[in-house]
């Protein structure tokens, strides 16, 4: 089978690469992350762009919702569950548009800046940490 043959990677496709890339985290990082629940979405919800100003679908490669653990207290209700999003569709279009890492890679850097957040890590400290990597 050749490139040209293949279809586009399903959500279940995305599902696989996510959990791979997820268990190749070291270790300490995935017992950090606790049971935070990993979902694959083609986009984000109407709800979640216009919550985030952000008119554009294909903008948005990630999300992560829930409270972060330098935010959660032992008094607080449990929250409802962490989650990571990935959406298929943008990671995709960024695949297609940069051509420089392959599909697997990507995924796995938008799940690792996601649960960046849920360490309570800011979008500047997580740059910042790319940056010096």
């Given at each position: 089978?050749?490139?040209?043959?293949?279809?586009?990677?399903?959500?279940?496709?995305?599902?696989?690469?996510?959990?791979?890339?997820?268990?190749?985290?070291?270790?300490?990082?995935?017992?950090?992350?606790?049971?935070?629940?990993?979902?694959?979405?083609?986009?984000?919800?109407?709800?979640?762009?216009?919550?985030?100003?952000?008119?554009?679908?294909?903008?948005?490669?990630g999300l992560y919702q829930?409270?972060?653990?330098?935010?959660?207290?032992?008094?607080?209700?449990?929250?409802?569950?962490?989650?990571?999003?990935?959406?298929?569709?943008?990671?995709?279009?960024?695949?297609?548009?940069?051509?420089?890492?392959?599909?697997?890679?990507?995924?796995?850097?938008?799940l690792v800046h996601e649960?960046?957040?849920?360490?309570?890590?800011?979008?500047?400290?997580?740059?910042?940490?790319?940056?010096?990597?």
């Amino acid at each position: 089978m050749t490139h040209t043959d293949r279809p586009a990677p399903t959500l279940d496709d995305f599902a696989l690469l996510a959990r791979r890339a997820f268990e190749n985290l070291p270790s300490t990082f995935r017992d950090l992350s606790g049971d935070v629940i990993i979902r694959v979405d083609d986009f984000a919800s109407d709800e979640v762009l216009d919550e985030m100003d952000i008119e554009d679908p294909f903008e948005l490669t990630g999300l992560y919702q829930g409270v972060d653990l330098a935010h959660r207290s032992v008094l607080d209700p449990h929250p409802h569950p962490s989650m990571v999003f990935l959406y298929r569709r943008p990671i995709l279009d960024e695949w297609c548009e940069r051509g420089d890492v392959s599909l697997g890679e990507l995924i796995s850097h938008v799940l690792v800046h996601e649960i960046g957040h849920h360490f309570g890590l800011s979008d500047d400290d997580i740059h910042r940490i790319e940056d010096q990597a």
